[in-house]
């Protein structure tokens, strides 16, 4: 999850791979939908369009304008990005249709209905706009021509925005969220992406003018004197050259340590040693490569590569870590971390913080988390998975090489995709209410990120009698995740389901074949059947119990269907329901979350099925980690977390293993070291006097 840019010619591009597996199973079906369903636009005036892919790791699109492809038609015409132009002329017919075709099958598409009539100009400014994490920016209206303060402001489609994307005012005032929004490639990445603000005319609601928002962490900037963690940086000699390629990666420099009295920064492998390739003695820079334009700006040496876990010959328990020792005077002595902090300055924007300063904690589910990085800044989420078995992809030589995977086992898994992006590996993921280290990113897929435990990390780089320690202060709440707007990891809630309407009908004859005997235990008063929440593309026999009871006593399956259990007050409904029956008392319950605590007896009952079954269960298809996690059929209960490659087909995951319940994560491929161009920062083919080292050695004279 290291960040590189690559230059052709002085132009950026990116090249993403894919993954593949056996199959025993059919895949899921691919579905596209196109976003807004419903537009009105001026002649001549464009709307953007949003494709949404699922059922597939290729989410790539191809737009019609009435069935024809974006070329210019009598109906307007669409670029490849979704860009609708209406024509200058009011068609007639005048409603058109925008289709986004699926690249993956040509016959799965989505479509949107515009009508194109005269409506008023509105116009938003300023128009585009970088606002950074945490901070404000004022846009106004105008419409056809006039400065207006009859518009609503929205922020992707959400009146007032959300924690996801920022809030605005009624007057415009934008707060920008304390994390960069992120989206999937669909090529398994994640990659940080803008947010649209709107202002909707209160006299016409089909009249609207937008602007497009990059939100930017400032700790991809070049800082003067003595560094913050939580920032941009990585080895000096991070590219690779091809022809008149460039290609230059990055990570975050993640936190401090001492060992011996002397202090290292610590981060991945994949960052300071680029992925087994480097040697003892490198510098270290900050920002990194790719956030200088390849080493085209300033840029300062703030250590000296020292020590790190090979990745393909360590011994276990692997981790992905490098340590370099601090120049001195370049890094923060006290170990800040950039918005780490307990307190805002008077922006309300988190100062920086250190740490809790020893050798962190061990991870538990649902336990509320942080971390600070390059790509997207300060981010909140829970610890979904313990004790997890991961495989993860890699690359050599900064997206050049050869490509190779390693497994991991006992790791920490956080979920959210926007928890972390590319050039986020390295960043030090600490509990929110102490910010007591956990675990150090290193890789990640567009639903989760997955951590080194740092018992293992500080373990790995003792020397003798001298132990390494996070250099830090006093426990303290990482203030970020309590302010207003966060980032959309902080907002998690279970996938939805997909379970088919003859999984459906299985359950109705599963749960009427054992009524009877499920109806006996004393605490069910109703049985139904729904979806599963550990594996939604399942259906399940629900037991309505009431609230409080202990459901450990009630089966995980019935005959091989599995059982979720509804806890309310009273039902108004007993015995056998009918599924309309089923859906309204369903709708009384509270809704899931996530991840649930669970008990230590549960995890230990859990870590023993997941000793005796990982090794076979990580030989089946499209299966790339299995870990210990919480029930959401049953909380409460331990289950297994087998992660799943979305789009590869595998055998069916057993709803119950020794007596523990199982659950489903589908995501892309876990990658560490894979990352995404940076339009905005292009590079250029260093001069024939080695500006580079000139300017490395100026930046040393500065630091």
């Not at 336990?367 to 800044?377: D, E, F, L, M, Y």
């Amino acid at each position: 999850m290291r960040s590189r840019v690559v230059l052709i010619f002085g132009l950026l591009a990116s090249a993403f791979l894919g993954a593949c597996g056996g199959s025993t199973s059919q895949p899921p079906p691919i579905t596209v939908s196109v976003n807004p369903a419903t537009a009105t636009v001026s002649p001549g005036a464009s709307q953007q369009f949003m494709a949404t892919v699922t059922g597939t790791m290729n989410t790539a699109v191809t737009w019609q304008v009435n069935g024809t492809p974006g070329s210019s038609t009598a109906a307007g015409t669409i670029t490849s990005n979704g860009l609708y132009t209406a024509p200058n002329t009011i068609p007639n017919p005048a409603t058109v249709t925008v289709t986004a075709v699926s690249s993956a099958n040509a016959s799965d598409s989505g479509s949107a209905i515009v009508t194109v009539a005269q409506q008023a100009a509105v116009t938003v400014s300023p128009n585009p706009i970088t606002v950074a994490i945490f901070t404000t920016q004022q846009f106004t209206a105008t419409v056809n021509g006039q400065s207006s303060t009859a518009v609503t402001w929205e922020v992707n489609g959400v009146t007032g925005g959300s924690q996801a994307t920022g809030y605005i005012s009624t007057s415009g005032l934008f707060v920008a969220p304390s994390g960069v929004p992120t989206t999937s490639t669909g090529n398994g990445s994640v990659t940080t992406t803008p947010v649209t603000v709107t202002a909707v005319s209160t006299a016409n609601a089909n009249s609207s003018g937008s602007a497009t928002v990059t939100i930017f962490p400032p700790n991809q900037n070049s800082q003067t004197g003595v560094i913050k963690l939580g920032t941009s940086g990585g080895n000096r000699n991070d590219s690779s050259t091809s022809g008149n390629t460039i290609t230059c990666c990055g990570g975050t420099l993640g936190s401090l340590v001492t060992r011996g009295g002397t202090q290292y920064i610590l981060s991945n492998n994949h960052v300071l040693a680029r992925t087994d390739l480097a040697a003892p003695g490198e510098s270290i820079i900050q920002p990194a490569l790719v956030d200088t334009s390849c080493g085209q700006t300033v840029f300062l040496s703030v250590g000296q590569l020292s020590q790190f876990y090979n990745l393909e010959t360590g011994a276990a328990p692997k981790i992905d870590a490098a340590i370099a020792q601090a120049a001195t005077g370049a890094v923060d002595p006290s170990g800040n971390i950039l918005f780490l902090g307990a307190t805002t300055d008077t922006n309300n924007v988190p100062q920086p913080g250190a740490p809790h300063a020893g050798s962190g904690v061990a991870a538990s589910l649902n336990i509320a988390v942080t971390k600070s990085g390059r790509s997207t800044g300060l981010t909140c989420s829970t610890v979904l998975s313990i004790a997890a078995t991961a495989s993860v992809q890699y690359q050599k030589g900064c997206g050049t090489l050869t490509m190779f995977s390693e497994t991991f086992t006992k790791q920490v898994a956080v979920a959210g995709g926007s928890f972390t992006a590319p050039g986020d590996s390295g960043s030090l993921i600490v509990t929110q209410n102490t910010a007591d280290p956990v675990a150090l990113v290193f890789a990640g897929s567009d639903s989760d990120t997955v951590g080194n435990p740092v018992s293992d990390v500080l373990n790995f780089f003792q020397s003798g009698a001298n132990s390494v320690t996070f250099v830090g202060g006093a426990a303290h709440p990482v203030i970020g995740c309590t302010l207003p707007v966060k980032p959309a990891s902080a907002t998690l809630t279970v996938p939805t389901s997909t379970a088919s309407a003859e999984g459906l009908h299985k359950g109705v004859a599963a749960r009427d074949a054992h009524a009877g005997e499920l109806l006996a235990y004393p605490e069910v008063q109703a049985l139904g059947v729904g979806a599963s929440y550990d594996n939604p593309a399942e259906p399940a026999i629900l037991l309505f119990v009431n609230k409080g009871q202990p459901p450990r006593t009630l089966p995980a399956a019935v005959d091989r269907m599995r059982t979720r259990i509804v806890e309310g007050e009273p039902f108004s409904e007993r015995g056998v329901l009918s599924p309309e029956e089923s859906a309204t008392l369903e709708q009384s319950a509270a809704l899931p979350q996530l991840v649930y605590s669970i008990s230590e007896a549960e995890v230990a009952r859990a870590k023993i099925v997941h000793e005796a079954h990982v090794d076979e269960l990580m030989k089946m298809d499209g299966v790339q980690g299995v870990g210990i996690t919480s029930s959401v059929d049953s909380p409460g209960e331990a289950a297994l977390m087998i992660f799943l490659i979305r789009g590869v087909a595998h055998p069916a995951i057993p709803p119950v293993i020794d007596g523990l319940r199982t659950r489903v994560r589908e995501s892309t491929r876990f990658r560490a070291g894979f990352g995404d161009a940076q339009p905005s920062r292009g590079c250029s083919l260093p001069s024939p006097e080695k500006k580079p080292e000139k300017q490395a050695a100026r930046s040393q004279t500065e630091k």
